[in-house]
């Protein structure tokens, strides 16, 4: 990368991924997750697994970190495709399963708007897992990535982070 050069949010959640030892993450794209979707091509450390449903992303990253003893990773859109995947958290969490979800949003724009597929997933998400926070900017604080994966995924009773 050039010096002025801006580096995305979405390029820092995979840099941060990779720097955490994730090696697979389990997902199913949509409009809104998109950006992360064209960051993770520059990325090809991490290996994604297309699934049919969201759901079965939460799945299968429980299963791979019940199997692999790392942390599992699933990733949705925004709207349904978050909410989606609240089973699998909520199934990850009953287990102490460390797992990161990592969901997309409207634009700031559109928060509180009613728009297309927004939800407060945060909230949702707030008592099936251990931390569920918005990044609203690559410029927010270091606290706001994904970094330190294994702190914020891991013990019990509350695993999962979104």
């Given at each position: 990368?050039?010096?002025?050069?801006?580096?995305?949010?979405?390029e820092?959640?995979?840099?941060?991924?990779?720097?955490?030892?994730?090696?697979?993450l389990?997902?199913?794209?949509?409009?809104?997750?998109?950006?992360?979707?064209?960051?993770?091509?520059?990325?090809?450390?991490?290996?994604?697994?297309?699934?049919?449903?969201?759901?079965?992303?939460?799945?299968?990253?429980?299963?791979?970190?019940?199997?692999?003893?790392?942390?599992?990773?699933?990733?949705?859109?925004?709207?349904?495709?978050?909410?989606?995947?609240?089973?699998?958290?909520?199934?990850?969490?009953?287990?102490?399963?460390?797992?990161?979800?990592?969901?997309?949003?409207?634009?700031r724009?559109?928060?509180?708007?009613?728009?297309?597929?927004?939800?407060?997933?945060?909230?949702?998400?707030?008592?099936?897992?251990?931390?569920?926070?918005?990044?609203?900017s690559?410029?927010?604080?270091?606290?706001?990535?994904?970094?330190?994966?294994?702190?914020?995924?891991?013990?019990?009773p509350?695993?999962?982070?979104?």
């Open positions: 990368m050039l010096a002025n050069e801006k580096v995305k949010g979405a820092i959640i995979c840099q941060s991924l990779i720097r955490e030892g994730v090696e697979v389990f997902g199913h794209p949509g409009g809104a997750i998109l950006p992360f979707y064209d960051a993770l091509w520059g990325y090809p450390e991490l290996r994604h697994i297309l699934v049919r449903h969201e759901q079965a992303a939460a799945h299968a990253a429980d299963g791979y970190s019940r199997v692999s003893g790392k942390v599992g990773v699933c990733v949705a859109t925004s709207g349904p495709g978050a909410t989606n995947l609240v089973t699998g958290i909520m199934g990850a969490k009953a287990d102490s399963v460390p797992l990161i979800a990592i969901t997309g949003q409207v634009a724009t559109a928060l509180g708007s009613e728009a297309f597929q927004e939800c407060d997933i945060c909230s949702i998400t707030a008592t099936c897992t251990k931390k569920s926070f918005m990044v609203m690559a410029k927010d604080p270091g606290s706001h990535h994904p970094r330190g994966l294994r702190h914020r995924a891991g013990g019990a509350r695993s999962s982070a979104h």
